[in-house]
């Protein structure tokens, strides 16, 4: 099974490769092409805005590769962005050169596959790296106001 979960993100990276084409000519532009791409639950499309370099923490969890998040927190974020609605409530843009950060706060509601109502507040970091005319994802921080929404982790 991790075999082919590995094939499966190695693939994954191989599209999002092919799919540099997509530009995010805006800071923005990369972070909501990303949020677009996973809810039309577009693999491709959604690493497609990932720099290799990736680093994402979300609720206390570290992925440290866009390898590590693609066979981890990806599936969960794209099944998480089909059942609900991200509006966006808060946005600033600040950095200079090629180096950028967008923080976004959202109004998150939905519903989740076991019936309980999706209504919370998100907080998102995103940082952007120029990358030829495209800016891309080199980091994402995710947290919110409700304690339930944080994954469950085992005892050390």
């Known amino acids: 099974m991790r075999s082919a979960r590995l094939l499966l993100a190695a693939a994954c990276l191989v599209a999002a490769s092919a ?19 996973l809810r039309r639950k577009d693999t491709g499309g959604a690493l497609s805005y990932l720099d290799r370099s990736l ?15 693609a066979l981890s927190h990806l599936p969960g974020d794209i099944d998480m962005a089909a059942v609900s609605d991200w509006s966006l409530q ?6 200079s050169g090629n180096e950028r950060w967008v923080l976004s706060t959202y109004h998150v509601t939905g519903k989740l596959p076991d019936g309980r109502k999706i209504d ?5 970091t ?8 495209s800016f891309r994802i080199v980091h994402l921080h ?11 982790r085992p005892a050390p």
Request: aromatic share 10%; proline share 5%.
């Open 90 to 95: 808060a946005r600033r843009v600040g950095g």
């Open 19 to 37: 799919a540099w084409a997509q530009t995010a000519r805006l800071p923005a532009d990369a972070v909501d092409g990303f949020r677009a791409a």
């Open 142 to 152: 995710w947290s919110s106001d409700k304690g339930w929404a944080q994954p469950s």
């Open 55 to 69: 680093v994402v923490f979300e609720f206390g969890v570290t992925d440290p590769t866009v390898e590590a998040y």
């Open 120 to 124: 919370q507040v998100m907080q998102e």
């Open 126 to 133: 995103a940082i952007v790296r120029r990358v030829g005319e």
